[in-house]
């Protein structure tokens, strides 16, 4: 087994209860929930091209929420309200490598549990348990007896209902996270100035993550190519009249993630037309943030960043036509093809590893027009959620250069238009939103959206 001194860490007492407090507090509200006993595995390390070279272990999501460590090739059973951890002791040779490892009674102690056992114990004390679809090891390598693959949704089911909503302890570390973040995205745009290819930029974000014991939630984007959306590619250099597109979040140690983008010129000051299309961004932005409160439909949220961002496009003379009809034709979504957000929480896309039964309402299903199958939430939003908000501009070549062969757009889109554009490849920003009992708060607000105010961060303002 790997070592585990490298990877396990003493947990602090988080929002005023012990871990061991608030683990047992979502075991009660998940027995609510579901009667059933449930076994969740952590996952196991993988080995970078030889055993012992592993890459770094992020343990399942489910098993973390109710565990509150990442411990490697570990279970935990739950049965009415009580946790049963099953892992090995560290091997004789493990301290050699990685230091002393807190035995398994004592992290069983840590995580309020009532008995700990070598995983060689499951086959014979966990007989019926349900599991989540993907848990397959727990059968195949300790011969577990589990129950009915029917079962499966209604655990699902269980989960999503509990995690939709967020307890003191998972606030406050998403909170931690995302003021790393913040400090993170204030380096990139200082260090901007100075630096010759994005990953100088990249190298001055992630440090400060780093240095707060932090990782990243997810693979930073940080590109002069905000067209190309999921851009993991850092050797572009940088030139004065470019814009630079961050997407860059950090994960507390728990788990807990976060999700900030920030788009700002690489020569301090936006252009004229650099700041026309940030301004419309901007708009849906603030206007998504106003309308967020108990109630309200996520989905609704989205349709209202495509009508201002269509508003916004024919003001500046990009479309043609009434915004309402070009939202309705989905000619928008040749610039904002994307939906407005989606659930955030121990994944940057929480829970999304179960598909869209987290993201959508029971009974709603993706729809297949081209301005909304790429919606990730469309649920009514509740006190305790948490959410992005993060439109954005594209002029995405696979998706415009179609579009105007095929003259489909001709009366829509003003194509002679678009070299005005040329220096603004893609523009997004990107909040994280905390529904509260009568509207939202955004827990990324101390970083600038405003053109000024991100002009000022440049300067070290």
Same mark, same amino acid.
């Given at each position: 087994?790997?070592?585990?001194? &490298?990877?396990?860490?003493?947990?602090?007492?988080?929002?005023?209860?012990?871990?061991?407090?608030?683990?047992?507090?979502?075991?009660?509200?998940?027995?609510?929930?579901?009667?059933?006993? %449930?076994?969740?595995?952590?996952?196991?390390?993988?080995?970078?091209?030889?055993?012992?070279?592993?890459?770094?272990?992020?343990?399942?999501?489910?098993?973390?929420?109710?565990?509150?460590?990442?411990?490697?090739?570990?279970?935990?059973?739950?049965?009415?309200?009580?946790?049963?951890?099953?892992?090995?002791?560290?091997?004789?040779?493990?301290?050699?490598?990685?230091?002393?490892?807190?035995?398994?009674?004592? %992290?069983?102690?840590?995580?309020?549990?009532?008995?700990?056992?070598?995983?060689?114990? =499951?086959?014979?004390?966990?007989?019926?348990?349900?599991?989540?679809?993907?848990?397959?090891?727990?059968?195949?390598?300790?011969?577990? &007896?589990?129950?009915?693959?029917?079962?499966?949704?209604? =655990?699902?089911?269980?989960?999503?209902?509990?995690?939709?909503?967020?307890?003191?302890?998972?606030?406050?570390?998403?909170?931690?996270?995302?003021?790393?973040?913040?400090?993170?995205?204030?380096?990139?745009?200082?260090?901007?100035?100075?630096?010759?290819?994005?990953?100088?930029?990249?190298?001055?974000?992630?440090?400060?993550?780093?240095?707060?014991?932090?990782?990243?939630?997810?693979?930073?984007?940080?590109?002069?190519?905000?067209?190309?959306?999921?851009?993991?590619?850092?050797?572009?250099?940088?030139?004065?009249?470019?814009?630079?597109?961050?997407?860059?979040?950090?994960?507390?140690?728990?788990?807990?993630? &976060?999700? %900030?983008?920030?788009?700002?010129?690489?020569?301090?000051?936006?252009?004229?037309?650099?700041?026309?299309?940030?301004?419309?961004?901007?708009?849906?932005?603030?206007?998504?943030?106003?309308?967020?409160?108990?109630?309200?439909?996520?989905?609704?949220?989205?349709?209202?960043?495509?009508?201002?961002?269509?508003?916004?496009?024919?003001?500046?003379?990009?479309?043609?036509?009434?915004?309402?009809?070009?939202?309705?034709?989905?000619?928008?979504? =040749?610039?904002?093809?994307?939906?407005?957000?989606?659930?955030?929480?121990?994944?940057?896309?929480?829970?999304?590893?179960?598909?869209?039964?987290?993201?959508?309402?029971?009974?709603?299903?993706?729809?297949?027009?081209?301005?909304?199958?790429?919606?990730?939430?469309?649920?009514?939003?509740?006190?305790?959620?948490?959410?992005?908000?993060?439109?954005?501009?594209?002029?995405?070549?696979?998706?415009?250069?179609?579009?105007?062969?095929?003259?489909?757009?001709?009366?829509?889109?003003?194509?002679?238009?678009?070299?005005?554009?040329?220096?603004?490849?893609?523009?997004?920003?990107?909040?994280?939103?905390? %529904?509260?009992?009568?509207?939202?708060?955004?827990?990324?607000?101390?970083?600038?959206?405003?053109?000024?105010?991100?002009?000022?961060?440049?300067?070290?303002?």
């Amino acid at each position: 087994m790997t070592g585990l001194g &490298s990877i396990i860490q003493p947990r602090p007492a988080e929002a005023g209860a012990s871990l061991a407090q608030v683990l047992q507090q979502r075991r009660t509200r998940l027995a609510r929930r579901f009667a059933y006993p %449930i076994l969740l595995w952590s996952g196991q390390p993988v080995s970078r091209n030889f055993p012992a070279n592993v890459y770094p272990f992020r343990a399942s999501s489910h098993f973390l929420y109710f565990a509150g460590q990442a411990l490697p090739q570990a279970a935990v059973y739950l049965e009415q309200e009580q946790l049963t951890l099953f892992m090995d002791e560290p091997d004789a040779g493990a301290a050699l490598w990685h230091g002393p490892s807190p035995s398994r009674a004592e %992290i069983a102690a840590q995580l309020g549990a009532v008995a700990a056992y070598p995983l060689a114990e =499951l086959k014979h004390r966990v007989v019926g348990a349900v599991t989540l679809p993907g848990s397959s090891a727990l059968g195949q390598w300790w011969d577990v &007896s589990l129950s009915s693959e029917a079962m499966s949704p209604a =655990l699902v089911e269980a989960l999503v209902d509990l995690r939709l909503t967020h307890d003191k302890a998972a606030l406050s570390q998403i909170r931690t996270a995302a003021s790393v973040s913040v400090q993170a995205h204030r380096a990139g745009m200082a260090a901007t100035p100075q630096a010759a290819t994005e990953a100088v930029v990249r190298a001055a974000m992630e440090q400060v993550i780093i240095a707060h014991n932090m990782t990243c939630a997810y693979n930073s984007i940080v590109t002069t190519h905000g067209e190309v959306l999921h851009n993991e590619q850092y050797h572009h250099p940088l030139h004065s009249g470019d814009l630079l597109l961050a997407d860059v979040g950090a994960e507390a140690p728990t788990g807990w993630a &976060s999700d %900030i983008t920030r788009t700002w010129p690489v020569s301090g000051r936006f252009s004229p037309a650099q700041r026309a299309v940030y301004e419309i961004v901007l708009a849906a932005h603030d206007a998504c943030i106003a309308a967020a409160k108990p109630g309200v439909e996520y989905r609704d949220l989205h349709m209202l960043a495509c009508r201002t961002l269509a508003a916004g496009l024919v003001d500046v003379g990009l479309l043609k036509g009434d915004p309402d009809d070009l939202v309705a034709q989905d000619v928008h979504a =040749l610039f904002f093809p994307h939906g407005v957000g989606h659930l955030l929480g121990l994944d940057v896309h929480d829970m999304e590893d179960l598909g869209d039964v987290a993201g959508y309402a029971p009974g709603r299903s993706r729809s297949d027009r081209f301005g909304l199958c790429f919606l990730r939430l469309d649920r009514p939003l509740v006190p305790d959620m948490v959410v992005t908000i993060e439109p954005g501009f594209y002029q995405v070549p696979g998706i415009l250069n179609p579009a105007r062969q095929s003259g489909q757009y001709d009366d829509a889109v003003a194509w002679d238009k678009l070299p005005q554009f040329a220096s603004v490849r893609g523009i997004r920003i990107e909040d994280d939103v905390l %529904i509260t009992a009568t509207g939202c708060e955004v827990l990324t607000a101390p970083l600038p959206t405003h053109t000024e105010a991100v002009e000022a961060c440049m300067q070290g303002d």
